[in-house]
């Protein structure tokens, strides 16, 4: 029977796990962290996500403690709004999974409820990766050694698995940056909403009834973030924003140590599998956050990669040509969703005056095209497995 060693036990590790243990195959997961690491606060869970997880019968679990994905908006950086697209029409008619809006804690202790209790190894540290004819050999610091069939690299945009398995690949700074938290939804937030201002952006998510996720974007030098000393000056960096849903949400943060801030950045691999080592999610595709795809194009890599493990088993084909199928039916997909989230992102992130009147109102009039929009949106968020 084939085995499957996982480095990474984040959204994608965790989901390939469960998707190879619905199949009966063996599975371990390496992790550095030594306990669930739940860094990101919020997650919107697109209609693709959902249907991975209605399929590995996981949805229901996510679902208990999320909110719904009903409606996003679109506002200018005053709220004055733009756009509103209305996703029901689409789950009404079954074209679409009915999208969530959680807390990235409860999605990690969903999926990890959902392998086998002994299956996660936590805290460990890589040190030694060699791939051979017929297996691959890990090597820890302090775990001992672990050989397997296939060894699969779903540690994140810095993998130590492509670094030691593919060579050194330097992520690509998009030209901004970003933050992260969760407050008490003082602000009565019940959609997505989204505020456009010049060169910067604040999302509003809820989470649950109480409680809402806000995201942040800016344009900023790489290597040189702001100084967030205070509470205080996080609010003044977004000062532009003068609706009184962002300035009552953001009177909430009480500390800078609150906040989550990362560079937005790309891994652009065009190689994703090596003899037995095969990468997936942010380890071969990590992309912009402004589609929230990141965790679904993680969580479709896993389901069809276990979806060519399992044909494996079965003696439909080897192991080689299972790697080879994987890459060629994720890699148009992602490509595809890694190019339409840079495009928002260029989009979103204008900052000229003039320009940004002009991005408002493309987007005030597409809005009024709704059959398009629509469709538009069933092709994005249809989980194509």
Same mark, same amino acid.
């Given at each position: 029977?084939?085995?499957?060693? $996982?480095?990474? +036990?984040? &959204?994608?590790?965790?989901?390939?796990? =469960?998707? !190879?243990?619905?199949? #009966? /195959?063996?599975?371990?997961?390496?992790?550095?962290?030594?306990?669930?690491?739940? $860094?990101?606060? +919020?997650? &919107?869970?697109?209609?693709?996500?959902? =249907?991975? !997880?209605?399929?590995? #019968? /996981?949805?229901?679990?996510?679902?208990?403690?999320?909110?719904?994905?009903?409606?996003?908006?679109?506002?200018?950086?005053?709220?004055?709004?733009?756009?509103?697209?209305?996703?029901?029409?689409?789950?009404?008619?079954?074209?679409?999974?009915?999208?969530?809006?959680?807390?990235?804690?409860?999605?990690?202790?969903?999926?990890?409820?959902?392998?086998?209790?002994?299956?996660?190894?936590?805290?460990?540290?890589?040190?030694?990766?060699?791939?051979?004819?017929?297996?691959?050999?890990?090597?820890?610091?302090?775990?001992?050694?672990?050989?397997?069939?296939?060894?699969?690299?779903?540690?994140?945009?810095?993998?130590?698995?492509?670094?030691?398995?593919?060579?050194?690949?330097?992520?690509?700074?998009?030209?901004?940056?970003?933050?992260?938290?969760?407050?008490?939804?003082?602000?009565?937030?019940?959609n997505f909403t989204e505020f456009l201002g010049r060169g910067q952006r604040v999302g509003l998510v809820p989470v649950s009834e109480k409680r809402v996720y806000v995201w942040t974007t800016f344009n900023s030098p790489r290597g040189r973030p702001p100084v967030l000393d205070s509470a205080e000056r996080f609010r003044d960096l977004f000062g532009q924003f003068t609706d009184e849903r962002v300035r009552r949400v953001l009177s909430e943060v009480r500390s800078p140590d609150e906040i989550i801030s990362t560079e937005i950045e790309e891994i652009r691999l065009d190689r994703w599998a090596r003899d037995r080592a095969v990468l997936l999610g942010d380890a071969v595709h990590a992309m912009t956050p402004n589609i929230g795809q990141g965790a679904g194009m993680a969580m479709e890599d896993a389901a069809v990669l276990a979806e060519e493990l399992a044909s494996v088993q079965h003696g439909a084909q080897p192991l080689d040509e299972a790697l080879q199928s994987y890459v060629r039916r994720r890699k148009p997909r992602v490509e595809s969703v890694m190019r339409i989230s840079r495009e928002v992102g260029n989009v979103g992130q204008r900052s000229n005056p003039i320009t940004c009147w002009f991005r408002n109102l493309r987007i005030h009039r597409a809005g009024r095209h709704a059959d398009k929009a629509m469709a538009d949106l069933e092709r994005l968020l249809a989980f194509p497995g």
């Open positions: 029977m084939i085995s499957t060693l $996982v480095v990474g +036990g984040g &959204i994608g590790g965790l989901s390939l796990a =469960r998707e !190879l243990t619905i199949r #009966g /195959l063996p599975v371990r997961v390496l992790e550095r962290a030594t306990q669930l690491n739940p $860094v990101g606060a +919020g997650i &919107i869970m697109n209609p693709n996500a959902m =249907r991975v !997880l209605e399929r590995n #019968g /996981l949805a229901d679990g996510l679902r208990r403690n999320a909110w719904p994905y009903l409606v996003r908006e679109t506002c200018d950086q005053r709220g004055r709004l733009l756009a509103v697209r209305d996703y029901r029409s689409l789950y009404d008619s079954g074209r679409l999974s009915k999208g969530a809006l959680v807390h990235r804690a409860h999605l990690l202790d969903v999926l990890y409820r959902g392998v086998p209790p002994d299956a996660v190894h936590f805290g460990v540290v890589i040190k030694r990766v060699d791939l051979m004819p017929d297996g691959v050999r890990v090597d820890t610091e302090r775990h001992g050694s672990f050989e397997t069939d296939l060894l699969v690299g779903a540690d994140g945009i810095r993998s130590e698995v492509r670094r030691r398995a593919f060579g050194a690949i330097e992520p690509v700074y998009m030209g901004y940056r970003s933050h992260r938290l969760v407050v008490d939804n003082v602000a009565g937030t019940r």
